[in-house]
């Protein structure tokens, strides 16, 4: 690599330019798809989501079990919380007993709110009395 002086890149300023264009048509744009979605927005998003998974998850929890749900995904329904681990109202963990399978649609409307009248959890425990 030629080392250049301060004094030849005020000689060659269209050099220079030149330069930098090549060099930044290269790097990665910040945008990742169209809308204008900040790239590292996501990026924080994403790790900040699987921290407050790791953390919400309990020293009890069945890994094996959830792994499990995890692997067998039915065709068209994702994974949901139960009870959200950042909900509004309550947090809840990361334990099988927490997981359901929503379509993308429901998934996508309850968001990260808990209603305990709709839940399975609260109609079995109605159910005991």
């Not at 990026?43 to 094996?64: F, G, I």
């Not at 995890?70 to 009870?83: A, C, K, Y």
């Not at 509004?88 to 963990?93: D, I």
Request: hydrophobic letters at 35%.
């Amino acid at each position: 690599m030629r080392k250049f002086s301060i004094a030849w890149y005020q000689a060659n300023p269209a050099y220079v330019a030149e330069q930098n264009r090549i060099y930044d048509s290269k790097q990665p744009k910040h945008s990742y798809r169209p809308g204008g979605v900040d790239y590292w927005k996501t990026k924080v998003a994403a790790h900040k989501s699987r921290a407050e998974r790791l953390n919400r998850m309990p020293a009890w929890a069945d890994e094996q079990k959830i792994e499990q749900i995890f692997r067998d995904v039915p065709d068209g329904l994702e994974i949901d919380h139960i009870v959200p681990l950042q909900g509004e109202l309550v947090s809840g963990l990361n334990v099988h007993t927490n997981l359901q399978y929503l379509t993308t649609k429901e998934n996508g409307r309850k968001h990260n709110h808990f209603c305990p009248r709709r839940s399975i959890i609260y109609r079995a425990t109605i159910s005991l009395f």
